[in-house]
């Protein structure tokens, strides 16, 4: 039985710990999709790193309240928005994660 994550904020947890995750959500077209993604930046390419320094008590607070999470996609080499309530599943190297219903 996979772990259930119920928040934005634990999914943002375990990608960071992990470094890289498959997720599968769906898009606001309707459309599934599986992303391969990171939050490691020395997985991300230097030209796509954010310029400013990353203050991840505002990324934080920001996820909370909008349950949009922004990862770097690894297929296609760019930043996405995956929105929280719309994610079914993330896989990690070390776990398979369930997504609590959206309440």
């Known amino acids: 039985m996979p772990d259930l994550l119920r ?14 995750a498959r997720v599968k959500f769906n ?6 999709r599986i992303m391969k993604c990171t ?7 230097k030209e796509d790193q954010p310029k400013r320094p990353l203050n991840i008590a ?13 990862v770097y996609d690894l297929e296609k080499k760019a930043w996405r928005s995956v929105p929280f ?4 599943w993330m896989e990690t ?11």
């Open 7 to 20: 928040s934005a904020i634990q999914f943002w947890e375990k990608l960071y710990e992990d470094k890289e």
């Open 27 to 32: 898009k606001k077209d309707g459309t599934i």
């Open 39 to 45: 939050l490691d930046f020395a997985r991300i390419p």
């Open 58 to 70: 505002r990324v934080l607070k920001l996820m909370q309240k909008s349950k949009i999470i922004h």
């Open 85 to 88: 309530d719309r994610v079914d």
């Open 93 to 103: 190297s070390t776990a398979r994660y369930k997504i609590a219903p959206y309440r």
